[in-house]
């Protein structure tokens, strides 16, 4: 199983981020995996943002819940995450990760059995 992150790059304040995972190797539709999204803003850790199931049940970070949705497209096999109104502060290297069991807030990487290589996004006018 691979995943491939892949989005805008350069994204300006107020507006709304969608990134997409692509998911080859696999099917997710038959997967009972659950899919995460991880962000690694400059100099600074991992931050946990927020989980699918395969089922389609969510749970995000309560920080970020309020400007942040996940979805996945089994049809496409893909992820996706938004995130509303973004500043300067959601410049980061965004992942996406998946798991066989539920992980939810901050964990080691080697957590998850697969990760993405991660799509920068800078949030700037």
């Known amino acids: 199983v691979q995943l491939q992150e892949s989005g805008p790059g350069l994204v300006k304040p107020s507006q709304t981020l969608s990134l997409s995972c692509t998911v080859s190797?696999?099917?997710?539709?038959?997967?009972?995996?659950?899919w995460a999204w991880i962000r690694q803003p400059p100099g600074k850790g991992l931050e946990w943002m927020g989980v699918?199931?395969?089922?389609?049940?969510?749970y995000y970070s309560p920080s970020l819940e309020s400007r942040t949705s996940i979805a996945r497209d089994t049809s496409n096999n893909q992820g996706t995450l938004t995130k509303s109104s973004v500043t300067p502060d959601d410049t980061a290297v965004y992942y996406c990760?998946?798991?066989?069991?539920?992980?939810?807030?901050?964990?080691?990487?080697?957590?998850?059995?697969?990760w993405g290589q991660g799509t920068p996004v800078t949030v700037s006018s």
């Open positions: 990760a998946a798991s066989k069991t539920l992980i939810v807030g901050e964990t080691p990487k080697e957590s998850y059995d697969y």
């Open positions: 699918i199931s395969y089922s389609g049940s969510t």
């Open positions: 190797g696999a099917s997710m539709a038959t997967l009972f995996y659950y």
